[in-house]
């Protein structure tokens, strides 16, 4: 089995895995923060600039993006914030943000949901997004949602991703991620939707993102390592989904990505124990059990 020696992973549980909660303080936030850096991971999305009526728990992240300045110094830690336009740009390149990720989803019905407007409508803004991020020196990631399917729509043309993908590269984009929204792919359309979209990408950078909502988020996340992708999203504890994608709950879970790779013999920078440690955290934050095994089972090494 040809695998990679090191997958990077990307911490969304302050994003993704808060943006479907009841909001929380921002020092508890803080101390979910510090425990997430304890783990030796290298890239956190932070938060997300988008409208606080719509998203009320993550209605603090500019406040959020100024505690983020004490991390810089001390460790190697990329952090990131998403946006669902281009006012959202603006707004976290002005709370200091110099890596953004921008949404479009493949589906029409969707992207309506999420930002009010069409697939077509939210592709043309990545120049916009992309002229905002890059004329402050900083990165944009376009990350396509509903990269397999639709709560609304149903499957996912992948033509429509791959053109999605195809007007990111045109338009000057740092990176792409595949999203798998509602958590209802399986290894082979992973796999064969990443053998599609490699050439068009055009060799930046591509990363996954995946839910485990049916219970083959690691299997797709494995599937999507086979395939030579080593950018992975998770979530500490499980926690997180879509608020505007019915019955999309549960990412993958750090710990449980990180005990996977380990015993594949792929590196991931992240130290297990701190990492459920910080599931722990997340868990008493939101005041609800979390789906990850690993908080519930721990690892299989004593110690």
């Known amino acids: 089995m040809n695998l990679p020696a090191k997958v990077d992973i990307r911490e969304v549980c302050l994003r993704d895995g808060l943006q479907i909660e009841a909001p929380i303080s921002l020092s508890a936030k803080v101390e979910l923060l510090d425990a997430i850096v304890a783990t030796g991971v290298r890239e956190v999305e932070a938060t997300a600039f988008v409208s606080p009526s719509k998203v009320p728990a993550l209605a603090d992240a500019a406040e959020l993006a100024q505690e983020l300045h004490r991390y810089r110094a001390s460790h190697d830690v990329e952090f990131s914030a998403l ?82 993908a195809a007007a990111a590269v045109e338009l000057g984009v740092d990176r792409i991620a595949i999203a798998d929204t509602i958590g209802t792919t399986t290894p082979l359309r992973v796999s064969t939707l990443i053998e599609a979209i490699r050439p068009i990408v055009d060799g930046l950078p591509l ?31 499980g926690l997180g989904g879509c608020p505007f994608a019915p019955g999309a709950s549960g990412n993958i ?15 991931t920078d992240v130290d297990l124990d701190a990492a459920i440690a910080a599931a722990r955290i997340a868990q008493r934050a939101v005041g609800h059990d979390l789906p990850s095994a690993l908080l519930r089972a721990g690892d299989r090494i004593a110690g």
């Open 83 to 164: 946006v669902a336009s281009p006012n959202g740009a603006k707004r976290a390149i002005a709370a200091g943000l110099d890596s953004i990720e921008y949404v479009v989803s493949a589906s029409d019905a969707h992207s309506r949901a999420n930002v009010g407007r069409d697939t077509a409508e939210a592709t043309t803004a990545i120049a916009d997004v992309t002229r905002i991020a890059h004329d402050s020196g900083a990165r944009v990631e376009v990350i396509i949602a509903t990269a397999w399917d639709c709560p609304f729509d149903g499957p996912t043309d992948p033509q429509r991703v791959l053109d999605i």
């Open 207 to 237: 990363g996954a993102h995946f839910h485990n909502t049916r219970g083959a988020g690691l299997a797709s996340a494995f599937a999507a390592v086979q395939a030579g992708i080593t950018r992975l999203d998770a979530s500490i504890g």
């Open 253 to 267: 879970a750090t710990e449980d990505l990180v005990y996977l790779l380990r015993d594949s013999n792929i590196d």
